[in-house]
């Protein structure tokens, strides 16, 4: 493919400025002027490589095809499977509207470039999501469906994905005991939605994008955060209960874009082992817990250690060896937890027995037995215990 330049070298600058008026300054000008030209027509035709992408012009269409202006590199063409695979961005393209598109042959037989609008669009999405997420914009986005991992959307013609664990405090399933089929039942709750999210993190290779609600507010959250630490004590509202702990909003009287949303684990919420955390706090209930962690503008809180610690007084009541009176509670794959005290769990191991069956048939849930410590950890919180066979 040949092409002719008619190239007019534009004098004004020497008729303008007298100093160019000398025979060397005027062989310095034109050598300047050659090498600029020279330079343009390089990089105006340098040559084309598949997977390129070209900026081009509508200038003709028919029934399953488009042809694309590109100037000195000829004409374009988008036809077959791209053109049937981008026909909802071609129906709205008009003669003269200017398109970007991926070079798929540099020269059929025809003559024309092949092209993919598909592929072009997708990359520049890639490319305007990216910077999108470079600034942190806060985004739109209108929910089209779920799944047991989280939301489904899109931005830009790209498919997202917004994972649970990334809603916002108020919009988390508080279902209990984590089952799975109400958990969907509740993101289902949010289809056809608007909500507003930031790009967490994209991966164009892998056809990955994934979008967090909660982080925008992340700001926020940091900014109120500084004025707490480590060990202080905050009162705040039960505002959801899960299977493995409670949530608790902060300060009370902050307004609600201020507050917190910090969680107190289940194993936080007392010293006696807790199987339910709605056995120890209600929705709605205005409690005091003290800050244990802060990180990554998560609040970690808890409610037990601003209680007496039954724990710190067992060493000076029982030894290694004392035979003590205990109730079975409770079986487990490690054995039989039996309360000592009203929050005082011992744990008499399987290995104390043959087998389950015989560790079942030994000890009932809800009696009563004599049991010998065999070990006492307050530190840990761990009592080792053997059942008294002369009680048996």
Not at 20 to 37: D, P, S, Y
Not at 143 to 161: H, M, P, R, Y
Not at 228 to 248: L, S, V
Not at 316 to 332: A, F, L, R
Request: a neutral charge.
């Amino acid at each position: 493919m040949m092409y002719i330049y008619n190239i007019t070298i534009n004098t004004a600058g020497l008729q303008q400025n007298p100093a160019l008026a000398g025979e060397k300054n005027k062989q310095v000008f034109f050598i300047k002027m050659k090498e600029n030209i020279i330079k343009k027509y390089k990089d105006a035709t340098s040559p084309l490589q598949i997977g390129a992408t070209i900026e081009g012009k509508v200038v003709a269409r028919d029934r399953s095809s488009l042809f694309i202006d590109l100037g000195i590199y000829g004409t374009g063409i988008i036809y077959g499977k791209e053109f049937y695979g981008a026909k909802d961005i071609i129906k709205n393209l008009k003669i003269g509207d200017k398109v970007f598109a991926k070079i798929l042959e540099l020269e059929n037989e025809d003559g024309y470039s092949e092209l993919s609008l598909r592929d072009a669009t997708k990359e520049i999405s890639w490319q305007k999501l990216k910077e999108l997420k470079d600034k942190g914009e806060i985004l739109n986005v209108k929910i089209t469906g779920v799944n047991k991992g989280g939301l489904l959307t899109a931005l830009d013609g790209i498919q997202a994905f917004l994972p649970v664990s990334q809603l916002a405090p108020e919009h988390y399933p508080r279902v209990a005991d984590a089952d799975k089929q109400k958990i969907l039942k509740e993101l289902h709750k949010f289809v056809g939605k608007t909500l507003e999210v930031k790009i967490l993190d994209l991966l164009a290779q892998e056809n990955k994008l994934i979008l967090s609600e909660k982080a925008k507010s992340e700001e926020k959250i940091k900014e109120t955060l500084k004025d707490f630490k480590k060990d202080d004590i905050i009162e705040g509202k039960i505002t959801g209960i899960a299977d493995f702990g409670a949530f608790i909003k902060f300060p009370l009287l902050a307004e609600n874009s201020s507050q917190i949303e910090g969680l107190i684990h289940i194993s936080e919420l007392d010293w006696q082992l807790v199987e339910n955390p709605a056995e120890i706090v209600k929705v709605g209930e205005i409690i005091k817990a003290q800050i244990i962690n802060i990180n990554n503008n998560q609040v970690f809180l808890s409610l037990k250690a601003l209680k007496a610690n039954p724990w710190e007084e067992i060493e000076k009541q029982y030894k290694k060896g004392d035979v003590i009176k205990g109730k079975v509670i409770k079986y487990s794959p490690f054995g039989a937890f039996v309360e000592i005290l009203p929050k005082i769990r011992g744990l008499c191991h399987i290995s104390e027995f043959s087998s389950k069956e015989e560790m079942e048939k030994s000890l009932k849930i809800g009696e009563t037995y004599d049991f010998t410590i065999l070990l006492i950890e307050p530190k840990e919180h761990r009592m080792s215990l053997k059942l008294a066979r002369e009680t048996v």
